[in-house]
């Protein structure tokens, strides 16, 4: 399994540890052929993707390709790689990649912002409650906004400063 | 009874609360006792794990460190193919040392921290491989008439070498369920497709376009409806049919079932 945190290593550093991660790849495409985005997007290939990755000279050349963000995250391909090859999580790490130099897609950036303003990602509204009183269901329970602010606040900011020790 | 941490996540408490009904109403019937958590959003596996991985890991051991009770964690039933897979797959990155430490560094400040993982179980998982089929049929009071096709969903098996599940590309729990309910189930083509849900807000068009092979299979069988086990797939496919019934000739609407909906209505609760 790769490491969680793409933000703790520098960017070249990165490059290498995907290349070495997907070396193996012996296009066979089989994860082509159980990607559910190829079969209505042309694209969107994940072997040529693959291939493309281990041709690139660096991960902004990466970043560039609008695919980055055209994964359904189902999974099949990882689960279809006979050589271990985990392309879903590559997309992860490639799309973390591409919101820190904020590439990111507009829904991303309202989610996110929602999640810092609400502490969660679909936030509770009149009619909500209007249908759990119908319901006769208790209040929902939630966490302490200031908490889970200061929460995402340290992570975030935990990358950058972890970041740029490295750069240092 | 068996004590378990009830984690709702953010959609079926908001959106589709009959299904947290349902739970309540099944739980003492199966020998539950479910209890409520403060909790934060998982958070979905899919944008906020997109946006930033060590963020999603955070905000989930947050919630595992919300049910330590001291050092016998509760285990964690999710309703939720989103919040299982993302609970889940925290705890098992965080049985590796140096990430546990590291998150438990930045949940140091908010006074918890995660001593011992709990068990994190998705509520299909846990209705065959704790309470067993035979007791939920001693519950059964009324057999169903439906013919129902299945959607299990991505994040219930997949990654399944993570996830521990035994046949990813066959699930059959809820197969074995409906079975007990006297569902007739009726199968189709394209059972195991994706319905296209995470590309729903960052490429609508392409979602749609995925979803419409998913639906098109359904419709070609007919079938009463379809039973499902994931808020964020019903949003995706209750909305998407909407506007792809118009266009498409191929795709006609159906209605959606919750397991636990289906459960409680056979266990004579009237929703
Ligand atoms: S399935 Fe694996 S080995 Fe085959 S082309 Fe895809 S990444 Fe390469
Ligand atoms: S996880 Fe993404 S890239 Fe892989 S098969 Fe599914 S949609 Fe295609």
Redo the contacts with the bound molecule.
Sequence with gaps: MVSIVAAQQGREEILDRLKRELY?????????GSCVVFRVKDDMN??LF?SSILEASSIDEILEDENVWSCAICYD?TE????G?D?THTLFELKNLSTEIGKQPQAIKEELATLHATGRTSPINARALKKREALDLPEIQVPDLEAIQGLIDRVTSYGTSEKKVKEE | MTKMALFLGCIIPTKVPKVEKAMRLIAPKLGLELVDFPFSCCPDPTGVKSANELLWLTLAARNLALVQNGDDPLPILALCNGCFETLKMAAIKLQDKQTLALVNDLLKPDGIEIKKLPEVYHVLDFLIKEVGIDKIKEQVVQSLDLRLSIHYGCHYTKPSNLLGTEKPDDPYFMHEILEVLGVEIQPYLEERLCCGAALRFVNNDLALEVLKEKLTSISAVKPDGVAIVCPTCFEAMDRGQKILSRKEESIQKTEFFFLEELLAKSMGFDL
Aim: proline content about 5%.
């Design positions: 193996v790849c012996f296009e066979c495409g089989k994860c082509s994940p072997r693959v391909c279809r790689c006979d050589q090859i392309f």
